[in-house]
């Protein structure tokens, strides 16, 4: 698809002159550092094509986009019983307050909030011999790249600078919805956030979203077609942090994002579609990242609504 | 399609035994009163059909689903300017609370919560001149019954215990949002919510919501493309107070319920369904309704995700 | 005593520079205009004696000190039956939150903050025939002058810019804890705030508070003995807003301000003292009368701890 | 003082008739196998008199009340900078709540709820090379008893129950208002929590409360003047969790009372009291203990109101 090709490029050259409008994670060191004049896309569809523009080669840490991960580790493991533990309900907040978590008893909001991903991480931690290593192979074999790994600087930067989410973890053990020792998940959940994919790898990894939740090839079957929809409802609706609504106004598909940079979002039925660029916005959301994902869509003429 | 029409009778006679299990809004008198043994559906598609199940044919009151009708007013008359005063993100809290809307300095979160419609009426009545007027047509044009009426009795019971409606009207008027008078805005907010339609006349009604902004019939555009899209987003993400997760999830569709106990919920680019069935679940949805929607994405095998 | 006279005179000389550093409360345009460069201080002992230093007999907007009037009423008319409608502990909070109000179903926290002095005028409102006319009276009788009026233009004023308050009237309402009709109680709340009276004319109103509940001519009880003990209990730990702690760190005894820059203080069995100076503090409280109240007790060696 | 004696013995009796009101604290088990039927009372004087009823020998846990001791500790070796990294205000809230430390930026209402006496703690651990050695020691110092020991059941207990304390550390670390290792201070936070003492111990001990913050033989100075009137401003203000409006109101003294069931009070100048009996309110104060001391105020017609 030609026209496809010519649109990435045009959305790339497009929101070029927008960087600088936003402003890099700098709440630990090893994510400052990143160079901020990145843009990536990739796209791959449901013909096995794959359309690219920009950095969409240069690996990046996925951050929160490994919520997505987890969150579908945690469905094959535990079915409907992960929700007992966790809501799946937009949380109307800043990505990691702790205050809704208190009022609400130490049950997550959902499993994209910080909170949530570390409950479902915990919950991994119970049933998986080796989590992080499961997390690893599963991002290889979804991506077909055997050679994503873990920073382990930024992962150690994180739980330097980690007070937080510690916080949030004890706050649900005193509840008694946490069940393992705080750090050994902490371990994990930081081993998740400081993986290191870029664009075509994570559109690759999450295509299974668009299909049904099998693979291109057909061969596995990552997640039943009602599981798939139930991933993608949630992300519509809780993917993006305080700007869920604004995203689904403007961009109108399910996805994730991460301070990374990085947004993987989805067209049922037809494509998966991975943007990065470090800058975020306010709400922690890659600001061009966002501006492109609109024009796609607007461009497209495809969106879920 | 006979296929529709047996679809329906068949879920229809599937829910009929959890009547009993949901509770009719008693907050005011006028709607506890009503017969809680109802259960409609009506399904209008986009070449001209209309399907109907039960009490299709009975009138209630639309009461939160007029919010749809506001907003598409707002939207109308004000264009973007509407999101200065108004935010686009689910609340994450209950559908009346005003902790949020002090925190937030007297911006309602969405247009769906009371706090937002009634915010946006406090915009229609800047801008109309006889807006209860405006509301009414808008919906006997819509729907093509001309007899679209206000129950009276209904409005003035809303008023006697609206007691927090004007609390959140004040808050705003504290921190300057909220430009006319409170009474009067409140006269206009209640007799939307206390207009009587059925199933069909609000199927009917949004179904402009699945055709691009368009009425079926082409002459009239009430919204444009992305507008209509924006709408269906909204639905999505803060339709259904604090279920909008749960409803996505189950669902799949934007919708929007009332206490009344209807839902219009959309299939874009196919059709418009609604539900009605007066018993509330915990979180003040059509306990009924939503069983009906599940089971009708589920069975045709489409939801926009 | 000539030695409290040069003690006055000292303070007063000590706190002038102080003048400039403060903010006038400008949230109603009739308070804005007071001229802020005065001070005042009167202190009436138990033995008679009257002591002024500054602009003592100027009379100024009483503001939240009459939240003392009205508890002291509304202790008259209802004794411990008050309790059932409005909390004794302190806030934690701004002085006009509705957070706190809907968290705690309506009950205000204390008579000293705005909703909780808004339940006693309701509650005094079903009572008194002339709720009005009946603190004027008491507090004339009370300060021995005739003459003290209420400020119509800043009643006016503030009931123009009420809408917080006209917001925590409903919500109480909401939950069942307000009886009479928002706007007439409204009324007679502000006509309280907009009572004029000096320095000298508040000392001597509240010396009965000194004086175990009776007057000095020991013609009248006003409360009983444990009742004045329960009120100077209720100032010195609500009595200061969001200030209390602070206030009894620093000052150490019983007192109510208002945004008027008025702060009346008792030291129990011995004396009371009404400073007043316009410019407030960020929480509200009079800047330099919380000065002169800490170098007053610090010199006369006496707090209540 | 036969006097004084007679009364106390009549208190107790008065009393005795109240248990099995309250509820023994349970959150962990070394606290829950308490005997509950147990009433203490100990009254200091200035004079050098020791009063006693009930089970004023029996040695219980302090809890709370070394919030009291960690308080006394951190004003003598940090003055008004401790200030800086604790505020001096009523919560307004439950004892343990986070949404209150996060709203207010990790710094703690003040040293007397958990929060407060956590960071206190912390600031310790800074300064004393055995902040626990220290510990104990000042309380063996201040109350003439050589042998007060930490129950290290009940520490260790604490500690494995202690995940909201945890959270609450690691939120103030998140703020980075905690400076030391979270485990490291919560160990020393524990042991001061699991000194056990009795009613005799502790009046003593805080005598000097009442003594302008000298010892009884005047040998040693623990507070200036000016630091002893701001401790019990403290306690008078925030000294009783959510009830020190209430305690102020029926009691009318500086208190401080932990969840073991003892409260230590003081009347300034003239003694300090502590009562203990285990069961609680549903505030967390001991009931019989609080009944104890509205009936001694009432009799001996003194309180600092």
Known sequence: MNHMQAMLDEIYNEVLPLLGEGRVADYIPALAKVDPNQVGIAVCDLHGNTYTAGDANTAFSIQSISKLLTLVLGMEIYGDALWKCVDKEPSGQAFNSLIQLEMEHGIPRNPFINAGALKVCDMLYSRL???????????????????????HTVADSERMHGARSAAMAYLMKAFKNFDNDVDDVLDAYYFACALEMNCVDLAKAFLFLANQGKTLDAKHTILTTTQTKQVNALMATCGMYNQAGDFAYRVGLPGKSGVGGGIVAIIPNHLSICVWSPELNDTGNSLIGIEILERFTARIGKSIY
């Open 129 to 151: 011999a080796t989590p992080k290593q499961r997390m690893k192979e599963m991002m290889c074999k979804l991506s077909g790249n055997a050679h994503v790994t873990c920073n």
